[in-house]
């Protein structure tokens, strides 16, 4: 599957993309009281913040993304990365083979230049069961700054959800999508270029 491919490609565009010494303050985002094993540090020379933590929820349960939808301010806007449904795939980047269900969120913010990934996932064993063999929902919570959005934008293909902010939970689904790309008409005006 391309997700960890995918998610190295973005990290070094990221490092490329930030070559400037500036300091950078992450924007204030609360995480949920729930969370435990809460961790937060920068990377990429400062130029990335990372905050994660793990969720005791019910595979396909969203409360992380819930929580984003809820406090994220604007001028961020939420943007799909990998679609609104749960993927599942094998892993083996970090040891053993083992199975990945997992969902991509990102918002972004066009005055700031900044982008905000999101990534709830649960992990079992290789035997790639439809659903996770516990309740650990891991979140992974990272802004990126100083980055081109639009170029963001259209390497990762990331995409405005047409209808409700809420990810589907059937894994088939295909939902209609507008691209997130504000050359397209379609787009609300806010997406687009000053």
Same mark, same amino acid.
């Given at each position: 599957?391309?997700?960890?491919?995918?998610?190295?490609?973005?990290?070094?565009?990221?490092?490329?993309?930030?070559?400037?010494?500036?300091?950078? &303050? %992450?924007? +204030?985002?609360?995480?949920? $009281?729930? *969370?435990?094993?809460?961790? =937060?540090?920068? !990377?990429?020379?400062?130029?990335?913040?990372?905050?994660?933590?793990?969720?005791?929820?019910?595979?396909?349960?969203?409360?992380?993304?819930?929580?984003?939808?809820?406090? &994220? %301010?604007? +001028?961020?806007?939420?943007? $799909?990365? *990998?679609?609104?449904?749960? =993927?599942?795939? !094998?892993?083996?980047?970090?040891?053993?083979?083992?199975?990945?269900?997992?969902?991509?969120?990102?918002?972004?913010?066009?005055?700031?230049?900044?982008?905000?990934?999101?990534?709830?996932?649960?992990?079992?064993?290789?035997?790639?069961?439809?659903?996770?063999?516990?309740?650990?929902?891991?979140?992974?919570?990272?802004?990126?700054?100083?980055?081109?959005?639009?170029?963001?934008?259209?390497?990762?293909?990331?995409?405005?959800?047409?209808?409700?902010?809420?990810?589907?939970?059937?894994?088939?689904?295909?939902?209609?999508?507008?691209?997130?790309?504000?050359?397209?008409?379609?787009?609300?005006?806010?997406?687009?270029?000053?």
């Amino acid at each position: 599957m391309r997700m960890p491919s995918q998610i190295r490609g973005f990290v070094a565009l990221v490092a490329l993309l930030s070559a400037c010494s500036e300091t950078y &303050v %992450p924007t +204030p985002l609360a995480v949920p $009281d729930s *969370a435990i094993a809460l961790q =937060q540090f920068e !990377f990429l020379q400062g130029h990335a913040y990372q905050t994660e933590y793990t969720l005791k929820a019910a595979y396909p349960a969203t409360p992380a993304f819930e929580h984003y939808l809820r406090i &994220v %301010p604007a +001028p961020w806007i939420r943007c $799909d990365w *990998a679609g609104p449904n749960w =993927q599942r795939f !094998f892993d083996s980047t970090e040891g053993p083979t083992r199975t990945v269900y997992q969902q991509l969120h990102m918002w972004v913010n066009r005055e700031a230049n900044r982008t905000l990934m999101l990534r709830t996932s649960y992990f079992s064993d290789d035997n790639c069961d439809p659903v996770p063999l516990d309740d650990d929902q891991r979140v992974v919570v990272v802004e990126y700054f100083g980055v081109d959005v639009d170029d963001t934008i259209t390497h990762l293909k990331l995409t405005r959800p047409s209808k409700s902010p809420r990810p589907q939970t059937v894994p088939d689904a295909e939902p209609q999508k507008m691209l997130c790309n504000p050359e397209q008409p379609s787009l609300p005006t806010s997406l687009r270029e000053p």
